[in-house]
């Protein structure tokens, strides 16, 4: 009977129970089988065993001195009453299974609703990432175009500085001509004066 499964055993000892309830103070292996509509009788033996025994051992505890009908009577109370147990029975674990299931989904949800913002952060870290990324570009073009400004500023203070030399230069070569040009008068004018003053001679 270990190997049956507990649904089988509670409907086999519902049905037997159901048989001593309706009047059938023995029910046999063949009545239990036709009242569950078919069956293996090598089911049903073992189980009818353990519940007769059962039976056996309540009315060997009632006292001898009750009538049949009352002691068939009380065995279909007890009968019912073990039904009314195996079903509140059921009911409790039908209820625990059904609170059981919606734990379950609470836990699903709340999971559910866990990975999806975990799953929204990172989506927001990704583009926050990608930010700090662009940023860091910028900064690095940014200083690269302050070294390149400083270097072309540098250029135009050497190149001013160069501009001004030159122009030094220019103002000064400008200064060397023009007392070139007043010796060069200078010396012409002496050259004519001497050509005058020799005209006059031979004269």
């Keep these: ?47 009818m065993r353990d519940f007769r025994a059962r039976q056996r051992a309540l009315a060997s505890e009632q006292t001898p001195a009750l009538p049949a009908e009352l002691t068939q009577l009380l065995t279909g109370q007890l009968g019912l009453l073990w039904q009314a147990a195996v079903r509140q029975a059921d009911a409790d674990t039908l209820a625990a299974r059904e609170q059981a299931d919606a734990d379950t989904e609470q836990a699903d949800r709340e999971r559910d609703e866990a990975l999806a913002k975990v799953a929204t952060l990172e989506s927001e870290l990704a583009v926050l990432r990608e930010v700090q990324a662009e940023r860091d570009r910028l900064l690095k073009q940014e200083l690269g175009l302050n070294e390149r400004m400083i270097s ?6 050497r190149q001013q500085t160069r501009n001004e030399h030159l122009t030094a230069q220019l103002e000064e070569s400008r200064q060397d001509l023009k007392t070139l040009r007043d010796s060069e008068k200078t010396l012409q004018q002496e050259l004519l004066t001497l050509a005058r003053a020799d005209s006059k001679v031979k004269k």
């Design 1 to 47: 009977m270990s190997t049956l499964a507990p649904d089988t055993v509670r409907r086999i000892e519902d049905a037997a129970a159901a048989l001593i309830a309706a009047g059938t103070p023995n029910p046999t292996n063949e009545q239990v089988r036709q009242h569950l509509g078919g069956g293996s009788l090598s089911h049903i033996s073992p189980v």
């Design 152 to 157: 072309l500023r540098e250029e135009v203070v």
